[in-house]
T-cell receptor, first 114, second 112 residues
Framework: DAGITQSPRHKVTETGTPVTLRCHQTENHRYMYWYRQDPGHGLRLIHYSYGVKDTDKGEVSDGYSVSRSKTEDFLLTLESATSSQTSVYFC?????????????FGPGTRLTVL | GENVEQHPSTLSVQEGDSAVIKCTYSDSASNYFPWYKQELGKRPQLIIDIRSNVGEKKDQRIAVTLNKTAKHFSLHITETQPEDSAVYFCAALKAAGNKLTFGGGTRVLVKP
């Protein structure tokens, strides 16, 4: 499992509330990613990080922010959750030191926004 | 940016037969092509990958082929078994790139 954990694994929240999802890795990999997976849309990149305090946007970043203050933790925040953000969220790490290849995924977080 | 198209979207095969999934990519600078298998309710798992300096790679019953000229790569599963039933995703990465681009997925059903 490449030493990746996600918390919480399941969450139900209400529209307008803030939500933070955590991805934790134990192997000091440089690159970390947040994806969402929805039926009919496959895996879509939200944000990624290429080092502590170094982050960039993916293809579906609106409504999401991220932070990485330590190598091992990458946080995804929904400032004000909406029903369209109901999804399964996967964190991933790249075991490559120089780029994004050889990615391994965490177990996922199922988020429901009512 | 890169665009990856995956076909077919669903594939039903008889146990023991072969399955082939094809992906095309748009950016000739892409040089890394992984395949992921995702079982129902589970995380995507990396099952095989290929880099642009080789044309084919095998691992037991699965193989991936790459045609750089035509910009397509394919996953081949031989002697399919019920446990091969899953959704399979291809992806592509540009050289020194930071982001994988995924195909839309293929749902494979192996009928006993």
């Amino acid at each position: 499992d490449a030493g990746i954990t996600q918390s919480p694994r399941h969450k139900v929240t209400e529209t307008g509330t803030p939500v933070t999802l955590r991805c934790h890795q134990t192997e000091n990999h440089r690159y970390m990613y947040w994806y969402r997976q929805d039926p009919g849309h496959g895996l879509r990149l939200i944000h990624y990080s290429y080092g502590v305090k170094d982050t960039d946007k993916g293809e579906v970043s609106d409504g999401y922010s991220v932070s990485r203050s330590k190598t091992e933790d990458f946080l995804l925040t929904l400032e004000s959750a909406t029903s369209s953000q109901t999804s399964v969220y996967f964190c991933a790490i790249s075991t490559s030191s120089g780029n994004a290849d050889t990615q391994y995924f965490g177990p996922g977080t199922r988020l429901t926004v009512l | 940016g890169e665009n990856v198209e995956q076909h077919p979207s669903t594939l039903s095969v008889q146990e023991g037969d072969s399955a082939v999934i094809k992906c095309t990519y748009s950016d000739s600078a892409s040089n890394y092509f992984p395949w992921y298998k995702q079982e129902l309710g589970k995380r995507p798992q990396l099952i095989i990958d290929i880099r642009s300096n080789v044309g084919e790679k095998k691992d037991q019953r699965i193989a991936v082929t790459l045609n750089k000229t035509a910009k397509h790569f394919s996953l081949h599963i031989t002697e399919t078994q019920p446990e091969d039933s899953a959704v399979y995703f291809c992806a592509a990465l540009k050289a020194a790139g930071n982001k994988l681009t995924f195909g839309g997925g293929t749902r494979v059903l192996v009928k006993p």
